[in-house]
């Protein structure tokens, strides 16, 4: 007889196995399907985010805006430092210490919460009244499991160009890109996306001479033009070379090198020459092997499941959530996705507001928002007011040496209501929070003027901006 569950996760990522654990909080008996292993061979909780995503990438953030402190901005603080050396494997090895950790992490809290890690390759084969049935292949055998409930968390993986294969060591997708057991000389990147824009900055601190391609015309087209715009500037000034409206052509490889023809805005014909090449053109969900068509349900155009939004697919008690599913790629979308759908198989009636998710990109200065753009809502016709207010007229900003950038709030004209905040700006992922909070509670700018911010602190920045959009910041 196949083993029983309430709920059956297919996918450890952070949409399930938060799903597993509030399943398991909830009572009810819980297994999650995972497969995922890593370059060792051992088999890994954690998904995308923990072994080669959110967690790894961070971590060479940090490490790298060390080096680059030590090298370029020590100084400013009157210390002087010689003979700076740059231990890439020592770096490489901090970065997979803190994802095993962070994964076995994910195994306390799964023996802790009862969950079952079922470790194998899940697919549908059917379901009977008695519930679906999953087969569950792993390395030594393959077992079919009862789920009265389903949820699919498969995630997403990198999507690739056409005829570009992906080694992971000359052309290397956010994998290799987390890896690379050399600084490269020169590093192409396509796509001037999330990715490209972080793991380009890793590089660069490092010492890597960094061109990115990017299709579309404009710069970072899902934020708020003036942060787009401050962007650029910065990344122009710490010399990441940019290129945009380029259509990628042929890309060749020797041993050692890359080279991308491509055509730049004005229609000539470029040819851009690298040690290493990422690609970073967004990702694509993932549902091989999946089958779906075993329980009558099918993708949509671009491969995604499609839900409603309580995350319910068209089959009964099967639900799916994270990047498998419209929305953002973000892993704290997955995590309330997994959520909602734990409470709602445990018959409650949450809710997500997709307009409180919060986006943060990683970069040198940190860039966060949440809500809606100013472009967005001219274009919806909304009366709005704004405030604006510059991280270089705050004295923590300058004290420790990080004033660039400015935090923008947008409001309702007559309401108040704040509609959107826009941060370009250090801690900018900590700061954004508290803009999310105002957004949840439907708070006006005013209550976020009105409330007392630490000082001094760079959350000060977040009340002055809010005052801002009455035309009474205090320190401008
Ligand atoms: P995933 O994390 O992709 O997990 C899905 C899991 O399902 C995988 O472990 C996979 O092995 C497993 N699986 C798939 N099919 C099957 C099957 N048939 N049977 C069994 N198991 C299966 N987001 C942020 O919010 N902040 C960040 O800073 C951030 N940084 C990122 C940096 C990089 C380089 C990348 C690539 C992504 C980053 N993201 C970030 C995005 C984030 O990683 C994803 O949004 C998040 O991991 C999605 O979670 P998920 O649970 O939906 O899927
Ligand atoms: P992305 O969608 O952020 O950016 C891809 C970029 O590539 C876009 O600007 C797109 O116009 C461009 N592009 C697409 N096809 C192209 C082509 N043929 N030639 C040149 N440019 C092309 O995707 P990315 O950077 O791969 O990241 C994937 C996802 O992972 C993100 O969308 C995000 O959801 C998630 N992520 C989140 C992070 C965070 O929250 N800090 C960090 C990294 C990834």
Known sequence: M?????????????????????????????????NWKNPAGNLKLG???????????KALLASSEEFENVLH????????????????SKMLARKEGIVEKMTK???????????????????????????????????????????????????????????????????????????????????????????????????RRLGADVTVLEALPAFLGACDESLAKEAAKQFKKQGLDIHLGVKIGEVKTTDSSVSVAYTDKDGNAQTLDADRLIVSIGRVPNTDNLGLEAIGLKTDERGFVPVDDHCATS???????????????????????GVLVAEIIDGQKPHIDYNCIPWVIYTEPEIAWVGKTEQQLKAEGREIKTGQFPMMANGRALGIGKADGFVKMIAD??????????????NASDLIAEA????????????????????????????????????RALNM
């Open 105 to 203: 992490g994910i195994e306390f809290l799964f023996r802790k919460n009862k969950i079952t890690w079922l470790k194998g390759h899940g697919k549908f084969t059917g379901k009977t009244d008695a519930g679906v049935q999953i087969e569950v292949s792993g390395e030594a055998e393959t077992e079919t499991v009862t789920a009265k409930n389903v949820i699919i968390a498969t995630g997403s993986k990198a999507r690739h160009l056409p005829g570009i294969p992906v080694d992971n060591r000359l052309v290397a997708d956010n994998e290799g890109a987390l890896s690379f057991d050399a600084v490269p000389k020169k590093l192409a990147v396509i796509g001037a996306g999330v990715i490209g824009l972080e793991l380009g900055s890793v590089w």
């Open 73 to 88: 901005h020590l100084g400013d603080h009157g210390i002087n430092v010689g003979d700076v050396k740059l231990d890439l």
């Open 47 to 57: 998904g995308t985010c923990l072994n080669v995503g959110c967690i790894p990438s």
């Open 315 to 337: 089959v009964a008690n099967v639900y799916a959530i994270g990047d498998v599913v419209r929305g953002p790629m973000l892993a704290h979308k997955a995590e309330d996705e």
């Open 413 to 426: 004209a007559k309401t108040d209501e704040l509609l959107g905040c826009h941060i370009i700006a250090a």
């Open 2 to 34: 196949s083993k029983e569950f309430d709920v059956v996760v297919i996918g450890a990522g952070p949409g399930g196995y938060i799903a597993a654990i509030r399943a398991a909080q909830l009572g009810k008996s819980v297994a999650c399907i995972e």
């Open 436 to 471: 999310v909070v105002a957004m949840e509670f439907k708070a006006a700018s005013e209550d976020i003027g009105r409330i007392c911010h630490p000082h001094p602190s760079l959350s000060e920045v977040m009340r002055e901006a809010a005052l801002a959009v009455d035309k």
